[in-house]
């Protein structure tokens, strides 16, 4: 074989080598920057977490200390339905912090985000239920008792909605993605396992109702 000279002029070798490196400074530029990028990202996505857990979990707690005994809300209620009572209800801020991260809410893994949004919304849409309910609590009892009782049924939901989100956030934390979507499905095969053990039940309560229901309707005195 000819030296290597002969095929090819040594400028043109010199050019070959440089481009060579060229291309493999590239490759390794990219592939640190790629891993630079992901780094920070799981850096924000872990301090996005750990914001909203901490603001969920500060506002359940407060949630858990309003909501009233049955005893107390029943009370409420007929107090509200006299027209001679303006409940105090607490004024719902506690989204400040999702309302400054919300354009980056993306970059969570998707089984934290729906729990997240679920709570805020719940949350949001008590706080126009309390604005209305207040509005209107001397003009209309009757019907800012009706608003009451669904606060109240709103709350737990709320309440119990943060729970969940302050369950998924801290799997997600401990864990990633495959540690919630873990628990996610113990959730659900335990929910299922519930189901299957009252289903019997509830069908021979159903069956009963029906025997009774016919026993009645062929009653000739109709009784």
């Known amino acids: ?13 010199q050019a070959v080598v440089t481009g060579l490196f060229v291309a493999i400074g590239w490759v390794v530029v990219a592939a640190q ?3 630079r990028d992901a780094a ?3 850096a924000r996505e872990a301090d996005l977490q750990r914001a909203l857990l901490a603001e969920i979990r500060a506002h359940v707690f407060a949630l858990e200390q309003q909501v009233p005994s049955p005893e107390d809300a029943f009370a409420l209620i007929a107090r509200i339905g006299s027209g001679d009572f303006v409940p105090t209800l607490p004024q719902q801020g506690n ?3 999702f309302a400054a991260v919300i354009n980056d809410i993306y970059i969570l893994p998707a089984p934290v985000i729906d729990p997240i949004v679920l709570y805020y919304r ?11 309910l207040r509005r209107i609590a001397r003009s209309d009892g009757r ?41 996610l499905d113990e959730d659900e ?6 189901m299957a053990q009252r289903l019997p039940g509830e069908l021979a309560a159903m069956r009963d109702r029906l025997d009774a229901v016919n026993s009645r309707s062929w009653d000739p005195k109709g009784r």
């Open 122 to 132: 719940l949350l949001s849409v008590m706080g126009a239920l309390a604005t209305d």
């Open 40 to 42: 920070l990202r799981r």
């Open 189 to 194: 095969a335990a929910t299922l396992s519930q």
């Open 95 to 97: 989204d400040r912090i």
């Open 143 to 183: 019907r800012a008792a009706q608003m009451m009782e669904d606060y109240l049924s709103l709350m737990e939901e709320t309440r119990d909605s943060g729970i969940q989100a302050i369950r998924v956030l801290t799997q997600s934390l401990k864990g990633g993605t495959a540690a919630v979507e873990r628990m």
């Open 33 to 35: 920057t790629r891993r």
């Open 1 to 13: 074989m000819p030296p290597l000279d002969d095929l090819i002029s040594p400028q043109l070798q």
